[in-house]
């Protein structure tokens, strides 16, 4: 069996960086400092609870910081795809926080993985999110939100 990275740290700049974009649109729209960054270290810790919980949290924040929920959700359709290249089919649903029925359903999909795809698809998703969060740290910082600047500089 060949190793092979799957392009992790390119996925995980690539969120980060339209994450970034993002926060500095809005604040450019609306003065108000966004923060979806922060989200990259939530990611990290909620590997910890499962696929099912890290699939939930977009929902959680689709209504309030859809922003922030954007964020989620574009990172596990990067494990999907990921996934998907190495041959494990991973559910991935589109789902609206208000079909319980809906959610109920993707949840119970996540659930019958069996245990050794799930061991697999947890480990890419540690390896991913690490990855987020180390291009966050990179990019993180005064300049993030600095809306004069030019697409050249920094």
């Given at each position: 069996?060949?190793?092979?990275s799957y392009?992790?740290?390119?996925?995980?700049?690539?969120?980060?960086?339209?994450?970034?974009?993002?926060?500095?649109?809005?604040?450019?729209?609306?003065?108000?400092?966004?923060?979806?960054?922060?989200?990259?270290?939530?990611?990290?810790?909620?590997?910890?609870?499962?696929?099912?919980?890290?699939?939930?949290?977009?929902?959680?924040?689709?209504?309030?910081?859809?922003?922030?929920?954007?964020?989620?959700?574009?990172?596990?359709?990067?494990?999907?795809?990921?996934?998907?290249?190495?041959?494990?089919?991973?559910?991935?649903?589109?789902v609206n926080?208000?079909?319980?029925?809906?959610?109920?359903?993707?949840?119970?999909?996540?659930?019958?993985?069996?245990?050794?795809?799930?061991?697999?698809?947890?480990?890419?998703?540690?390896?991913?999110?690490?990855?987020?969060v180390w291009?966050?740290?990179?990019?993180?910082?005064?300049?993030?939100?600095?809306?004069?600047?030019?697409?050249?500089?920094?």
């Open positions: 069996m060949a190793w092979t392009s992790l740290d390119q996925k995980a700049q690539q969120l980060v960086l339209d994450a970034r974009q993002r926060d500095r649109d809005a604040m450019a729209a609306t003065g108000k400092r966004k923060n979806s960054l922060n989200q990259s270290f939530k990611m990290r810790e909620s590997v910890a609870y499962g696929l099912e919980r890290f699939w939930g949290e977009h929902l959680r924040l689709q209504l309030k910081e859809p922003d922030k929920s954007l964020y989620w959700k574009e990172t596990w359709d990067a494990l999907v795809e990921v996934m998907q290249q190495s041959g494990i089919t991973v559910p991935n649903d589109r926080v208000d079909n319980t029925l809906a959610v109920k359903a993707m949840a119970q999909k996540l659930w019958q993985i069996n245990k050794e795809d799930q061991r697999i698809i947890l480990a890419v998703l540690t390896q991913l999110c690490d990855c987020i291009w966050t740290q990179r990019y993180k910082g005064s300049a993030e939100l600095n809306t004069n600047e030019t697409e050249d500089e920094g």
